[in-house]
């Protein structure tokens, strides 16, 4: 009987013991969740105030009619400023625009990128100095970049001059319409591709070279080594690179406000999505059809990125 209870009172023991230590580690558990709270509420209310309370005031415009003249007010109209972007002319002109920028820069940004990446990573002389004289203009204003080539594309400018010097035909690079969003192409692919020049050069220099020497051991010349080592090795780099492309080419706005002086001209060739929202948002005062437009374009963008990831995903090895 005694041992019984000896043992009952070693249970009990050893009960009371876990219940302390389970108060103990939730407590801790409790004031370690504290203090990350603690340390992540600057951030927190950052994000809150600046990124997140904007899309949310965002989805609250696009379902009503702002008044803005004589007093703010909200008139709930449902999904007719969603409905009116499928009626508005000039939506489908911005998309077109848009997307015809979107197909053509960001696939002469990414392999200009790749090529000077390549250049760079090889042996040459002065590599660092050109390094640097390539970065330039990822580091110089986007306006001030945009007033040199307005510069340059004059009909008196530099390029003009250039093409009349070797007799090749000159163009109206700021007033034809056919011409002015390629001029702003050309601009982008020059200003951007450095910046992702640098990200594929941090790739390349990962890559180890023993898988380049054991490919020439085999008997691969450099081109073998590209397709079938460089590329696929790439390719989570590339992703990003895409991606981070198109969520910036369907973004365009301010070299083609700078270019046009807000109208989108010449005949509406510069007009792209996010310029037409700034139009119906700060000139019309039209809000809540602006922020309709505006979720449009994230959704836009949204699957846009999705098809690439789907088309970059990585495939399974059985």
Not at 22 to 28: I, L, P, S
Not at 53 to 61: R, T, V
Not at 178 to 196: G, Q, R
Not at 249 to 275: C, H, K, M, R
Request: proline share 3%; aromatic share 14%.
């Amino acid at each position: 009987m005694s041992l019984a209870k000896a043992k009952l009172g070693v249970d009990q023991n050893v009960k009371s013991r876990d219940v302390k230590l389970k108060g103990f580690w939730q407590k801790a558990k409790v004031r370690e969740a504290i203090s990350g709270y603690l340390f992540m509420a600057p951030t927190i209310l950052v994000l809150g105030t600046f990124l997140i309370a904007p899309i949310i005031y965002a989805i609250f415009l696009s379902f009503h009619k702002v008044e803005i003249l004589g007093g703010l007010s909200y008139r709930f109209v449902e999904l007719k400023n969603f409905l009116r972007t499928f009626e508005d002319e000039r939506v489908w002109i911005a998309l077109k625009n848009t997307i015809e920028y979107v197909i053509i820069v960001v696939p002469c940004q990414t392999i200009l990128a790749l090529v000077l990446a390549l250049v760079l990573n090889k042996e040459i002389k002065g590599k660092k100095w050109f390094r640097i004289i390539f970065f330039l203009p990822t580091v110089t204003s986007s306006a001030v970049l945009t007033l040199i080539f307005i510069w340059i594309y004059n009909s008196n400018g530099l390029l003009n001059g250039l093409l009349d010097f070797f007799g090749l035909p000159t163009y109206n690079w700021l007033g034809d319409p056919s011409v002015a969003l390629k001029s702003i192409m050309i601009m982008n692919i020059w200003s951007t591709a450095p910046f992702f020049m640098v990200i594929y050069l941090a790739a390349l220099q990962d890559i180890p070279r023993s898988v380049y020497e054991a490919a020439k051991l085999d008997g691969a010349n450099e081109f073998d080594q590209f397709i079938n080592i460089t590329v696929p090795l790439l390719k989570p780099v590339t992703f990003f690179v895409m991606v981070m492309g198109v969520i910036g080419t369907f973004q365009l706005f301010d070299q083609s406000y700078i270019f046009s002086g807000g109208t989108g001209g010449p005949n509406n060739s510069t007009l792209t999505v996010v310029l037409l929202i700034y139009q119906y948002a700060f000139r019309s005062l039209d809000m809540g059809y602006a922020a309709a437009l505006a979720l449009m374009l994230a959704g836009v963008i949204l699957v846009t990125t999705l098809i690439q990831r789907g088309f970059f995903r990585e495939e399974k090895v059985n």
